[in-house]
T-cell receptor, first 112, second 114 residues
Framework: EPEVTQTPSHQVTQMGQEVILRCVPI?????FYWYRQILGQKVEFLVS????????KSEIFDDQFSVERPDGSNFTLKIRSTKLEDSAMYFC??????????FGSGTRLTVV | AQSVTQLGSHVSVSEGALVLLRCNYS??????LFWYVQYPNQGLQLLLK??????LVKGINGFEAEFKKSETSFHLTKPSAHMSDAAEYFC????????????FGKGTRLHILP
């Protein structure tokens, strides 16, 4: 069964540093998403991406965040200057038509 | 806008007993509805989803859910709980006929008592 692959599975970074979280969506999917889950809390939508541009973003997705699909297969989330409160599990997802969402296994980001 | 309410942040059932996790949704358009399970320190696994058609949806691991439009509910059930069912369960909603974001509920942690 096709999978959404996320790397790394766990990243530790110092406050103020830039991080890039990587995702390889399912190859024939056209819609891509990032979600965040702070420890012990619910999963929150960050951003959706379609046709090489952001289609929707949440209030969480401020100027510190950006997304990119650099090469037609990868989908990245960049946090420019990490804060302690950015520590969370970040999930990538992709979908085709008809609600066929698939989530990756997540990247646990720890900001110290 | 869509929203999801999960009643009970923690639910405890005895092994072998019925599991019932409650979910109510709000949506101005026909929804897609989902249940996801998350085991400790792991990702999100789709249990089942409702898109169209039959309102009783069967999923993995013996779980099922029924879409009741009149009650705006999508409760998750399993006839007989197993110790391995202990996990966090998230109900979620999306917009039908669009590949839109998923809105998650706050989750219900299911505890299985021996």
């Amino acid at each position: 069964e096709p999978e959404v692959t996320q790397t790394p599975s766990h990243q530790v970074t110092q406050m103020g540093q830039e991080v890039i979280l990587r995702c390889v969506p399912i190859s024939n999917h056209l819609y891509f998403y990032w979600y965040r889950q702070i420890l012990g809390q619910k999963v929150e939508f960050l951003v959706s991406f379609y046709n090489n541009e952001i289609s929707e973003k949440s209030e969480i997705f401020d100027d510190q965040f950006s997304v990119e699909r650099p090469d037609g297969s990868n989908f990245t989330l960049k946090i420019r200057s990490t804060k302690l409160e950015d520590s969370a599990m970040y999930f990538c997802a992709s979908s085709g038509s008809g609600g066929g969402y698939t989530f990756g296994s997540g990247t646990r980001l720890t900001v110290v | 806008a869509q929203s999801v309410t999960q009643l009970g942040s923690h639910v405890s059932v005895s092994e072998g007993a019925l599991v019932l996790l409650r979910c109510n949704y709000s949506s101005s358009v026909p929804p897609y509805l989902f249940w996801y399970v998350q085991y400790p320190n792991q990702g999100l696994q789709l249990l089942l989803k409702y898109t169209t058609g039959a309102t009783l949806v069967k999923g993995i691991n013996g779980f099922e859910a029924e879409f009741k439009k009149s009650e705006t509910s999508f409760h998750l059930t399993k006839p007989s709980a197993h110790m391995s069912d202990a996990a966090e369960y998230f109900c979620a909603v999306s917009v039908m006929n669009r590949d839109d974001k998923i809105i998650f509920g706050k989750g219900t942690r299911l505890h299985i008592l021996p």
